[in-house]
């Protein structure tokens, strides 16, 4: 493994990722990089003359400009060849010599909106992820959802699509430079700096927009900065020769020391992919003309890397971070400056009820035992804990969370009501009768088998039996449970366990119907 991966993975920190159109074009069927996208609008233009030829003529102009680099200089040829583009496309949408797709003159007229950025919107607002890439793309996802922040250039919505697909939490999306003009939480936050198509003005695109960002990306720099000092920033889909990039690490090494650039390599990583590299190479490099020190992993193998970072895990997701500290700021920060923050009562709540109570002036929270403000569980994680970590949940928090589920739901709980009094519990009655429901409900395995479809009553001795069949998840769950009081009960526990492994690592947070049945079984089998 990777030096610096393994350092990463020992400190255990959520990462800030930065995400270039790499990425995107990696995992979706013809999605273009900002040059192919240039080249695209220039063909919609039909000007009769090479798309490489003007930019050739641009760059020949562009030379005397502040450009450090020739990197620097294909990245200003690529922002004038922008603003030229915009110019022809939008020239032609008023002169009604070209159509954009739910976007007419009306429209513009009302918005304001640009038609050329109206059809670069069109253009990213539907995408399809490419078959071969399904399993890496899987690992991709489950990534997302173990990072703290993630910054993008990027227009598409591929990488909020992937997180609010796995997380019920999702992420909270600033488009342009919103997030860096107002207080925000640090975690569980998306900034699409260059804008999106939900958006289309907020699109970065042209010399102007440009200028307009360049104005402001001292807090960009000063975001990044304050962010560094706890986590590590990795940067996936850039090449070393993009220039977002390189102004990125530019501002930012400007505003360190020397000894600060060096302590900094270990926690600045680019990812830069090498056509069929599966191993992954790492090398540490000096830029002197960024005046920065950074480590570059060289790989084809993206899936190895995100499987890697995916083992970071520390106890709670990122978004699961930003839903406790939203509430904890209503009520401390916002309330506190009102002086209307009474303590009158000390208890355990969850977070969901908590804020509710808010506004009603008789609400107290204790800091300082994260058992019960940040470990009120998802049903990954109170399942987890009950059959692999030890349990350490608090008995309190656990049987509340019970209590929150429907009577008839199906989810362990025996360990957790074994030798206590429900009615001495400082559950609310309401609460305590779900509970009493529940013990009275599950009795034996035979309850919870009798409910299964006659279609996966099928009859086997053994579990490798079962899975030697090959069925998908949802039919081998249900054809385990009906044969679970024939199986041998350790190799059952262990094929639980390895089941609830993989849902963890894939940051999967919901469990499908069938396993909720199967761990039920099992409860009853080793706790009844």
């Known amino acids: 493994m990777s030096r610096v991966l393994r350092s990463l993975k020992e400190k255990n920190e959520y990462p800030i990722v930065f995400i270039g159109s790499g990425m995107s074009r990696r995992y979706l069927s013809g999605f273009p990089g900002w040059e192919d996208l240039l080249k695209e609008f220039w063909d919609v233009l039909k000007q009769g003359r090479d798309f490489y030829g003007f930019l050739n ?85 489950a990534f997302l959802n ?74 960009i720099s000063a975001k990044i900065i304050s962010l560094l000092i706890n986590s590590p920033i990795i940067f996936m889909g850039y090449s070393l020769t993009d220039g977002n990039v390189r102004k990125i690490l530019r501002d930012f090494s400007s505003s360190l020391t020397k000894e600060e650039i060096k302590q900094m390599a270990s926690k600045i990583i680019i990812i830069e ?4 590299l599966s191993e992954i190479k790492e090398q540490t490099y000096f830029d002197k003309d960024l005046g920065c020190e950074y480590t570059v992993l060289k790989t084809d193998n993206y899936k190895l890397i995100c499987e890697i970072m995916t ?7 990122p978004s699961e971070v930003r839903k406790y500290q939203h509430v904890i700021k209503k009520l401390i920060v916002n309330r506190g400056k009102r002086g209307s923050l009474n303590t009158l009562l000390l208890s355990p709540e969850e977070l969901e009820d ?37 349990r350490v949940i608090h008995t309190d928090i656990a049987l509340r969370f019970v209590a929150s589920q429907a009577s008839t739901s199906r989810i362990p709980f025996l360990k957790h009501v074994e030798g206590v009094d429900i009615d001495k519990t400082n559950l609310h009655p309401a609460e305590k009768e779900k509970l009493k429901q529940r013990i009275a409900r599950f009795t034996t395995p035979e309850y919870c088998i009798r409910s299964i479809s006659d279609t996966y009553k099928i009859r086997a001795n053994s579990l490798s039996e079962i899975i030697a069949y090959n069925h998908k998840p949802y039919k081998e ?29 894939d940051g999967i947070r919901s469990l499908p119907s069938p396993f909720r049945r199967l761990l039920m079984i099992y409860d009853l089998l080793i706790n009844k």
């Open 311 to 317: 083992e970071i895990d520390q106890g709670i997701h």
């Open 354 to 390: 908590i804020e509710k109570r808010i506004g009603d002036e008789k609400i107290v929270v204790a800091l300082g035992d994260t058992t019960y403000i940040f470990q009120m569980p998802d049903l990954l994680s109170y399942v987890y804990d009950y059959f692999l970590g030890g």
């Open 477 to 505: 769950f249900e054809i385990v449970s009906y044969n679970s009081l024939r199986i041998d009960r350790d190799e059952l526990g262990e094929y639980i366990k390895d089941k609830i492994e993989k849902y963890k690592a």
């Open 273 to 276: 992919r090498e056509p069929d």
């Open 57 to 141: 003529t641009l760059k020949r102009q562009l030379k005397d400009a502040d450009a450090d680099s020739d990197y620097d200089l294909d990245y200003l040829t690529n922002i004038v060849a922008g603003s030229e583009i915009e110019n022809r496309f939008n020239t032609l949408f008023f002169n009604e010599q070209l159509d954009i797709p739910g976007f007419d003159q009306e429209k513009a007229y009302r918005t304001g909106i640009s038609p050329f950025k109206a059809a670069i919107a069109n253009r990213f607002a539907t995408y399809e992820i490419k078959p071969e890439m399904a399993e890496e793309y899987k690992a991709f996802k």
């Open 146 to 219: 173990k990072t703290q922040i993630i910054i993008t250039t990027n227009y598409d919505t591929l990488i909020e699509d992937s997180i609010n697909s796995e997380s019920p939490d999702g992420i909270k999306k600033y488009i342009g430079q919103k997030g860096f003009f107002e207080p925000t939480l640090g975690w569980a936050e998306l900034y699409k700096i260059h804008g999106c198509v939900t958006d289309p003005q907020s699109i970065v695109i042209t010399k102007t927009d440009y200028d307009r960002f360049s104005k402001n990306s001292i807090l």
